[in-house]
């Protein structure tokens, strides 16, 4: 039998080899049945094994064990962070619906977005066409919901005709998206309304038919009219008398 040199843990009476010591197998063997014979907790079992102090290389070191722990926290730390940052940069806008309204306002109109549920939104791409499926007279990105479209920035666009939107929502590297129509009317602003209805009252009251037709009913005009006749009359005799 072997001169053992090694000693033993307190608690669990764990045998530990001194280096380099030889002829131990026994002593190991032994020490694996008290570890699973023995009712510590995880805690004082962790704490035995990290006691036991030799450079065996068939048998973990306390660095080893603690790096194992270390990796796999670290390892669980890097999988959340990676779960969280996908759920950032790829969330799922399967179950999101988007809506939209549109009110027409001077020189353009103006559009709001929604989505329901309410989501973290990256930008809004607003894109427009002439006819379904036709090619894209508009086509810009806004980080607002609310965004003006101006007249000027629609080219061949005519007032009141159906336009076709697709509104993209992007969330991250996600987008969902949807198509409406909508009846665009040009509207003026007050002073340019103003300034048509004078236009178009000017354009009526010089009209030769409705000129005409106003003097004759216009009693004052009538016999503003008939003094001027009989007044060049009576001009024309004396004219005729001092020629003679």
Known sequence: MSNLSGGFTQKMNLYKPTPGESGIAA??????????????????????????????????????LTELTNSASLMNTKITAIENTLGLLLPNLGTVELSANFTNQPNGFRIHCSST?????????????????????????HSSSSIFVSHHEMPGVLNSQVLYIEIILHVGHSTKSV??????????????????????????????????????QDAEFINILSNSLQHSNSLAQKVAELSK
Do not use: C, F
């Open 117 to 141: 549920p309410s989501v973290y939104i990256s930008y809004w791409n607003i894109k427009i066409r002439l006819s379904s499926g036709g090619a894209i007279v508009y086509n810009e990105s």
């Open 179 to 216: 198509t409406r129509t909508h009846n665009y009317t040009k509207m003026l602003w007050e002073h340019e309304a103003q300034i048509k209805k004078i236009e178009d009252d000017i354009n009526n009251l010089l009209s030769a038919g409705d000129l005409v037709k106003a003097m004759v």
């Open 27 to 64: 002593e190991l063997n032994n020490n694996w049945d008290k570890i699973a014979g023995h009712a510590h907790s995880e805690y004082a079992l962790k704490t035995e094994i990290l006691n036991v102090n030799h450079t065996h290389p068939e048998y973990a070191s306390n660095a080893s």
